[in-house]
């Protein structure tokens, strides 16, 4: 088999290796390709990813290149995560939104918009050339927004694309690991949209866990569950996925991001200079334990402004490569590495798998249209991906979906077609934004931001 990462220069590069490792036998994984447009970062993630192959016995060539045809060419399964415009393209994102007291997250809102329209042109890019060189192949795409992006590719009629993203099973793995199970023990029910999910039950051995554990203190407080609070989270009755904390508590997450010296771009930022500075440096055998602290230092200040405790918060904004991450690590392969490479391994060795995936609905929840891509829990195994059928979902998590679904279709119209007045009324309708007035100038302002990206819209 030939795998080909999209992105192989991203700093997640590495662990996407460490995760095919444990897969290569099974998948009879011959050569790994790392593609990226940067040839400085590629050098120093495929010299990483050249030592952890090495120390595990090269079971499978690493093959670094910035030539997108040869690395797709006849692969077997394609993972996309690119960044168009980079760390500076995120920032911008950020600073013009909150330029507005508005939220300018990546995936959420304008911020999501924004790289949306810079990473889809290329990702059907990506899918033109699939489908001319490689037209079996299965691409699992992780470009944030993952859903937005995976509704472009569909609409744009590629149907062999399936959106990844590691926080779709998170209640999967919180429960795991605090019952001591495996993972597959449990059985959960995700429904909703990428980044705006839902579990609403979690089966163990035929038993719900869920409602117990959602009424135990000591587990909304070991999990992200605790961003929310024990008060609505219980009355909820549901898991919910961290980035619904954008929703629900907007205010909150708009001030505490203000509050911050710099951005979570802007960290990133600093923390990838360190990290690439520092490689450049270091002797061989000293790049693995420098990456893996830059990995833990990253993690460790991921959301922290969603902390309620202010002493947790302040910990964890100015972290150290000892400082405990929002999530335990899984002893199984985590992140999006986990998701692609058990999909792929369903999928194409015919291994039955549950799993959470951004895909068509096909009439699996209750009043959204047939083509629309939610993020839901899927049968995996060699005939395809099967959503599991929800039927009706609560009012409020509905609603909700609904109307980011509209924003989503809008969006996806506006960016295929470089439509001005399109963009405008599809961040008109976000939720986060409900303002024409808002979107305009937001919109204008990401247009003229991201010109050499983006070209000229009508």
């Known amino acids: 088999m030939k795998l080909a990462l999209i992105g192989g220069g991203g700093v997640r590069a590495p662990e996407f290796v460490r995760g095919a490792l444990a897969f290569a036998a099974d998948m009879d994984l011959q050569e790994l390709w790392l593609m990226d447009i940067d040839q400085g970062r590629l050098d120093l993630m495929a010299s990483l990813c050249q030592q952890i192959v090495e120390g595990a016995g090269s079971p499978f060539r690493i093959i670094p290149t ?93 149907r062999r694309v399936v959106g990844i993203c590691d926080s779709a099973n998170t209640a999967q793995h919180a429960i795991a690991d605090w019952l001591k199970r495996p993972v597959d023990s449990v059985k959960t029910e ?38 929310f609070g024990q008060e609505l989270v219980e009355r909820m009755g549901l898991f919910l996925n961290e980035y619904l904390f954008y929703y629900y508590f907007r205010d909150v997450a708009v001030e505490r991001i203000l509050a911050e010296e710099i951005t979570r771009g802007e960290e990133v930022k600093l923390l990838n200079e360190q990290l690439f500075s520092t490689l450049r440096k270091v002797a061989p055998d000293q790049l693995l334990s420098e990456y893996d602290a830059y990995n833990r230092r990253r993690n460790a200040s991921y959301m922290a402004y969603a902390e309620s405790d202010e002493a947790l918060r302040e910990a964890r904004t100015h972290p150290t490569a000892e400082t405990k991450p929002v999530h335990e690590v899984q002893a199984e392969v985590g992140g999006y590495a986990g998701v692609a490479l058990r999909a792929a391994l369903a999928l194409t060795q015919d291994r039955p798998l549950r799993i959470g995936l951004n895909v068509p609905n096909n ?83 990401y247009l003229a931001a991201h010109h050499q990206y983006v070209g000229t819209w009508r």
């Not at 692969?75 to 690119?82: D, E, M, R």
């Not at 939104?97 to 997250?105: E, K, S, T």
């Not at 949306?116 to 192949?137: F, G, K, N, Y």
Request: proline share 5%.
């Open 66 to 158: 910035t030539d997108l045809d040869a690395a797709i060419r006849h692969s077997n399964v394609i993972v996309t995560t690119v960044r168009v415009g980079f760390e500076d393209g995120r920032i911008l994102d950020e600073r013009l939104a909150l330029r507005h007291n508005i939220l300018g997250q990546e995936t959420t809102g304008p911020g999501g918009f924004s790289m949306a329209m810079r990473s889809i042109p290329v990702l059907i890019d990506v899918a033109e050339r699939t489908e001319a060189l490689a037209p079996q192949a299965w691409t699992f795409n992780f470009t944030n927004p993952a859903g937005l992006v995976a509704e472009a590719l569909h609409t744009a009629g590629f």
């Open 363 to 445: 009439g699996a929840i209750n009043g959204m249209h047939r083509d629309d891509v939610i993020e839901i829990t899927c049968e995996v195994n060699g005939s395809g991906i099967h959503p599991l059928q929800i039927g009706d979902v609560p009012e409020g998590p509905y609603l909700l979906m609904r109307a980011v679904k509209h924003f989503e279709r809008l969006a996806v119209e506006a960016i295929l077609n470089r439509d001005r007045a399109r963009a405008v009324d599809a961040l008109a309708a976000h939720p986060l934004v409900g303002s024409y007035a808002l979107a305009h100038t937001i919109i204008n302002d």
């Open 190 to 227: 995700v429904f909703g949209l990428n980044h705006l999910s839902w579990t609403r039950r979690a089966l163990v051995a035929g038993q719900d866990v869920l409602p117990e554990l959602l009424r135990d203190p000591a587990f909304i407080n070991a999990t992200h569950l605790r961003f």
